[in-house]
T-cell receptor, first 116, second 113 residues
């Protein structure tokens, strides 16, 4: 059981470039989400999904797109990177309320992104 | 909007001492309050949580207290050990459906041997 796997761990982009941050979980969790972590600001929700084919915006969605074609994967896309998107990005997943053994969110180990 | 204030931002204690981290939230509808521990280079890990129908919850050396009237909740760590050194985040959410967590700004705890 690998849990939540994020790739890459580190990435440097130039302003205007695009990229996809990958997130995969092998726990059959229905709920998945993306957070960004900035110094002094805690973690803020970008986008989330309650199941395959269903996504919604969080607190800071601008500049990011997501899709959820399978239960396991929830990629985060930056269409045109900006320096303001320099941050550490975390993917998290959880069983739905209807699932057995519902607990807290399981976080991945993060992707550190620098936009120059 | 929703907001969680967390204090202190840094906390240094000697091994064996107790540590207390406090959070204040603004949304009176919130009813789920988890605490996460983040070690260097890793993602946050849930260590304890409390729901609004409970005033206190303990798990070995860790306890969380909740005062819904004052909108305060606190993390208490007793008999601290060097491996407790990490950044701790409080959060709050409405405990229905997805649970959109709103996080505090974090407390860096340093436990010295």
């Amino acid at each position: 059981n690998a849990g939540v796997t994020q790739t890459p761990k580190f990435q440097v982009l130039k302003t205007g470039q695009s990229m996809t941050l990958q997130c995969a979980q092998d726990m059959n969790h229905e709920y998945m989400s993306w957070y960004r972590q900035d110094p002094g600001m805690g973690l803020r929700l970008i986008h989330y999904s309650v199941g395959a084919g269903i996504t919604d915006q969080g607190e800071v969605p601008n500049g990011y797109n997501v899709s959820r074609s399978t239960t396991e994967d929830f990629p985060l896309r930056l269409l045109s990177a900006a320096p303001s998107q320099t941050s550490v990005y975390f993917c998290a997943s959880r069983r739905s309320r209807a699932g057995q053994g519902v607990g807290g969110y399981t976080f991945g180990s993060g992707t550190r992104l620098t936009v120059v | 909007g929703e907001n969680v204030e967390q204090h202190p931002s840094t906390l240094s204690v000697q091994e064996g001492d107790s540590a207390v981290i406090k959070c204040t939230y603004s949304d009176s509808a919130s009813n789920y309050f988890p605490w996460y521990k983040q070690e260097l280079g890793k993602g946050p890990q849930l260590i304890i949580d409390i729901r609004s129908n409970v005033g206190e919850k303990k798990d070995q050396r860790i306890a969380v207290t909740l005062n819904k009237t004052a909108k305060h909740f606190s993390l208490h760590i007793t008999e601290t050990q060097p491996e407790d050194s990490a950044v701790y985040f409080c959060a709050e959410a409405l405990n229905t459906g997805f649970q959109k967590l709103v996080f505090g700004t974090g407390t860096r705890l340093l436990v010295s041997p």
